[in-house]
């Protein structure tokens, strides 16, 4: 009779197999590029090392690298994102090597990148840039090996630049994430609609009627905001731009600052990729039951320092949940332990946003191979043919035709001559 332990690992297999299939059958556009990449061996002979979510659609991404003949490592750009299946049925049955491990603490997470760096990269695609600090910093000896990276969210780009900046970046970096077929929807509708359901899978509460709370009226920030409106809630934005704040008011949001829109928030979540969003001050004046999450790349955007430090007791009331009972008695609730609520607590963007932003990577990544050695170490933009080459099989896959312009429309549209 087989064993226990591997009876359940072979189910966590099959279903990380399943979760990886399904989101392949979905991810229309990566597949077409993935099929030309495998039919050229596009990155043969190269090692590529990635440090993403580990989830289905991540798994998807590395499988079309290693299947267009490069070497991949993987493992999670976040301690909570990895979904155990995936990762398992990455390693059983696709021999792609993955140490990413949901609830790692932050010595078995760093451990994990070493691992990766481990392999000596020509290439990392990061998220976040923790995989590339590492590199500059206590994995000197690996850099001379790496020819350029990719970079995933505003964060790790947001970093990148300032390494950048202060000349200590030593290798050229594409910034994916600001291509427009990353941000307009992955930051956008892939967060929007994945936090309300991060936001759902953790506490099974409403959002219709309630005072919803929004930190950042960036991409991420838009798209939550947008959701939440979608689904009844009373949305109040919290900005520090006074030109995104006035967007917000214009698309019809209360905006004010965050020490006032606690006061009678029911839920407030965090976007932005600054530190101490929500501070001691701030939750000292919330109200009773007040729900905390955050969509942010890094946990530091609700100051977990002070809940712990104002609460008299606090305890994990759901699996995503963490309740603190101040010292009057109020509770003040944090969802995955204030990270990316999203991937921690729900199933992360929905799979045909990934397949935009993966098809980005994988075409950034070519980019790379062929320009790595004429690139000055640096932060690039993703040039926007591979950007109109995207959104174009992407408007096939949704079955979508547009016009074309004419030619004494293209004539036109570059003449100065005529006017009035
Ligand atoms: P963004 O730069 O477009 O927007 C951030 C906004 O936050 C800006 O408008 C900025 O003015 C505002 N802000 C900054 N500090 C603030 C503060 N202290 N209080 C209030 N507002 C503040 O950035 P984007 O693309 O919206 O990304 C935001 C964060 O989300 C980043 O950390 C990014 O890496 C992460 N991200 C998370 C994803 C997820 O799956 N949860 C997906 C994509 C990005």
């Known amino acids: ?30 597949e077409s590029i993935r099929e030309r990449l495998v039919r050229e061996q596009a990155f043969e002979g190269l090692k590529v090392g990635m440090a993403l979510h580990t989830e289905a659609k991540t798994a998807v991404l590395a499988l079309t690298i290693q299947e267009a003949g490069a070497e991949v490592r993987l493992t999670s750009c976040n301690p909570l994102s990895t979904d155990d299946s995936v990762a398992v049925a990455l390693n059983e049955e696709y021999g792609l090597t993955t140490y990413a491990k949901k609830g790692q603490n932050n010595a078995e997470y760093y451990k994990s990148l070493n691992k990766v760096l481990d392999m000596g990269p020509d290439y990392v695609i990061d998220d976040g840039a923790d995989l590339i600090f590492l590199l500059h910093t206590k994995r000197k000896e690996m850099l001379p090996k790496v020819k350029g990276a990719n970079e995933e969210t505003t964060t790790g780009v947001m970093r990148l630049r300032a390494m950048a900046q202060q000349g200590e970046l030593k290798f050229p970096v594409m910034s994916v994430n600001d291509a427009y077929m990353k941000y307009l929807f992955d930051n956008r509708y892939g967060t929007g609609q994945s936090t309300m359901d991060g936001f759902m899978a953790a506490t099974n509460l409403v959002i219709a009627g309630k005072n919803f709370v929004v930190a950042g009226y960036g991409w991420c920030g838009r798209g939550i905001a947008m959701r939440a409106k979608g689904m009844g809630a009373d949305v109040t934005v919290c900005e520090v731009d006074p030109v995104r704040a006035i967007e917000a008011k214009l698309d019809g949001f209360a905006v004010m600052p965050m020490s006032r829109a606690v006061r009678s928030a029911d839920i ?40 712990l430090k104002l609460a008299k007791k606090h305890s994990k009331v759901r699996d995503s949940v963490e309740e603190f009972v101040l010292r009057d008695g109020r509770r ?32 950034c990544l070519e980019y790379l191979d062929f320009s790595a050695q004429t690139l000055e170490p640096d932060v690039y933009d993703v040039p926007d043919y591979l950007d109109d080459r995207v959104a174009r099989l992407k408007l096939q896959t949704m079955g979508v035709k547009i016009d074309k312009l004419s030619k004494e429309q293209q004539a036109y549209v570059r003449n100065w001559r005529e006017g009035t």
């Not at 600054?274 to 729900?291: F, L, P, Q, W």
């Not at 003040?332 to 980005?360: C, K, T």
Request: proline share 2%; net charge neutral; aromatic share 4%.
């Open 332 to 363: 003040v609730y944090l969802l995955a332990e204030g990270r990316l609520v999203n991937l921690a607590a729900g199933q992360g963007h929905p799979v045909e946003i990934m397949d935009m932003s993966f098809a980005i990577q994988a075409l």
């Open 1 to 30: 009779m087989r064993p226990a332990g591997s009876m359940a690992k072979k189910e966590l297999v099959d279903k990380g197999v399943k979760r990886i299939e399904w989101a392949r059958t979905h991810m229309k556009v990566l």
């Open 268 to 307: 407030a979540i965090s976007a932005t990729g600054c530190k101490d969003v929500v501070t001691a001050e701030d939750i000292r004046a919330m109200k009773d039951g007040c729900v905390l999450a955050n969509s942010g790349h890094f946990d530091n955007e609700i100051s977990k320092a002070a809940l």
